[in-house]
């Protein structure tokens, strides 16, 4: 599996969910200066990756939020509503069904609030994501020839 058919999947989790309203791919604050946005969001990114012997892991960084009322009085609810949708993305992402990754057990969990632009909360979810690596010498696309 590469990172962009890993990427659509995670992408289709969060559109298909049906409390979330809008999902992307990319840096969280970048999507919500640019457009008008619905309420609550999940984004998400890959944040970097490191080869461990024959498997690949990802780093993923998922973000769940909502605004808050002008009072900010509902911060907690908010937040509590966020965790319980980032565990659902969660489960789905941890589904057995899936052969070509696996999601790593400990995925910790930080709550937040902000107001840039808008006064939200939250929480961020980080999870490391396996997939196998073929560390095949014969499939390089190269005119390389080894000493022997």
Not at 114 to 133: C, H, K, W, Y
Request: one cysteine or more; glycine letters at 4%; a negative charge.
């Amino acid at each position: 599996m590469t990172l962009n058919q890993f990427v659509k999947i995670v992408q289709s989790l969060g559109e298909d969910h049906k409390i979330i309203k809008t999902t992307w791919n990319g840096a969280v604050m970048d999507k919500l200066a640019e457009v008008d946005v619905e309420y609550p969001v999940f984004t998400f990114d890959i944040t970097g990756a490191r080869i461990d012997g024959q498997v690949i892991v990802y780093d993923l960084s998922m973000f769940f939020f909502d605004r808050l009322q002008i009072d900010a009085e509902n911060e907690r609810e908010v937040q509590s509503d966020q965790l319980q949708i980032a565990q659902d993305i969660i489960a789905q992402l941890r589904y057995p069904g899936w052969e070509d990754f696996v999601i790593l057990n400990n995925v910790p969990i930080t709550f937040f609030s902000d107001n840039t632009p808008e006064l939200l909360a939250g929480v961020n979810a980080r999870a490391s994501i396996q997939m196998d690596f073929a560390s095949d010498r014969c499939v390089v696309p190269t005119t390389f020839t080894y000493a022997t």
